[in-house]
């Protein structure tokens, strides 16, 4: 696909925003629709956070008031407008809401249930409905765990092993297996979010039997210290996952790598990236969505640090990038790619050019992760 190069300079040296706030008020208008509503968390503030919610991005009130910051979410497969929502790793809780009213329905805490577990912030439900996944690390030596749970009570009844340290996304994919990133980085709760293990990090994308749980596969990149943080599965069952890099210097010529790998027979693959494209991305990647588009599907990463969404095509070639302060949740909304952002933006994205369509500033911070509402 075809770049113009010096429209993607001038959008790399421009706010998104801006982009939009500077043109007339009729393009402007013609430009950017209706606001796409979301599933998600955020908190009461960019700046000072001290609340924090899930619910309804356009329904304020009666969002689900939290005990702590939330990060994955997801709309419950039964179809009775309920959600469950997991708490930022290292995390305690799951709850089960009714999104329309703000009412609990259920709820998992590590302490009630007196396991030797932290969560670690992602969630997937199983394709009949019947059960939940999330992910886990033990307490004592770090492993990972897969969480199984009733979809409905929250109730715990076993967990997987999976293969590795450091899980963080769970998503059961079209064939049924269940896809962990496997992040790699070991960190215990005497120490909080402290990496320990960086001259020792294994990251990996772990498939697992949907029955038993049984490690049926492993994928992995050739740098060891780039960790596998987010997955994402194209219509056409192509996977990509968003990366993490823990490089001691990832800017550096010698350790910088593009955020995005596809799955390309049994290995992880990089997607295109010149120098230009490393430099605007930066070292960490906050989620990655696949956007269906009639020329193929697209996969979108934000890079979160960088302040850049960045768009691949599923063989790897890159299509461009787009500047987007503190970007992180991508979802497909309202008929195209939405991102928010932490200091309460929320941007619309045309995923085949990645040029703006749309911009809604928030006086709230969204979080990590969103759904179409």
């Not at 599907?297 to 503190?326: E, H, I, M, N």
């Amino acid at each position: 696909m075809a770049i113009d190069l010096v429209r993607r300079r001038l959008l790399g040296a421009v706010p998104a925003g801006l982009l939009l706030a500077q043109l007339a008020a009729p393009a402007r208008a013609a430009l950017a629709g209706a606001e796409p509503a979301l599933l998600t968390c955020w908190a009461d503030s960019p700046e000072r956070p001290r609340r924090f919610f899930a619910g309804r991005s356009d329904a304020l009130a009666s969002a689900l008031e939290l005990p702590a910051r939330g990060h994955d979410l997801a709309w419950h497969p039964s179809g009775d407008g309920s959600a469950v929502v997991a708490a930022r790793r290292p995390g305690r809780f799951l709850m089960r809401w009714q999104v329309a009213s703000g009412r609990p329905l259920a709820e998992f805490d590590v302490y009630d249930a007196d396991e030797d577990i932290r969560l670690e912030g992602h969630l997937a439900f199983s394709r009949d409905g019947r059960l939940l996944f999330a992910t886990e690390s033990e307490l004592i030596d770090g492993q990972g765990r897969v969480g199984v749970y009733d979809a409905h009570t929250l109730e715990r009844l076993a967990a997987w092993p999976t293969g590795g340290i450091g899980p963080h996304a769970v998503q059961q994919l079209a064939d049924g297996r269940i896809a962990v990133a496997n992040g790699g980085i070991l960190t215990l709760p005497e120490t909080g979010r402290l990496k320990r293990n960086l001259d020792s990090m294994d990251p990996s994308l772990a498939l697992l039997d949907p029955a038993d749980g049984r490690l049926l596969a492993h994928y992995r990149l050739p740098d060891p210290w780039m960790s596998v943080r987010h997955i994402a599965q194209a219509a056409d069952g192509r996977i990509a996952v968003s990366l993490q890099n823990e490089a001691a210097d990832a800017a550096a010529p010698d350790y910088a790598r593009p955020l995005f790998a596809r799955v390309d027979g049994d290995v992880l693959r990089y997607g295109a990236a010149s120098a230009e494209v490393l430099a605007a991305c930066g070292g960490y990647a906050g989620d990655i969505v696949a956007v269906e588009h009639p020329a193929g599907p697209l996969f979108a990463v934000s890079c979160s640090v960088a302040g850049t969404l960045a768009l691949w095509r599923a063989d790897g070639a890159f299509v461009g990038q787009l500047p987007t302060p503190g970007v992180c949740a991508l979802t497909v909304a309202g008929g195209g790619l939405v991102a928010t952002g932490d200091g309460g933006d929320l941007w619309q994205v045309a995923a085949a050019s990645a040029q703006p369509r749309g911009h809604w500033p928030h006086p709230f911070a969204f979080d990590n992760h969103a759904r179409p509402a």
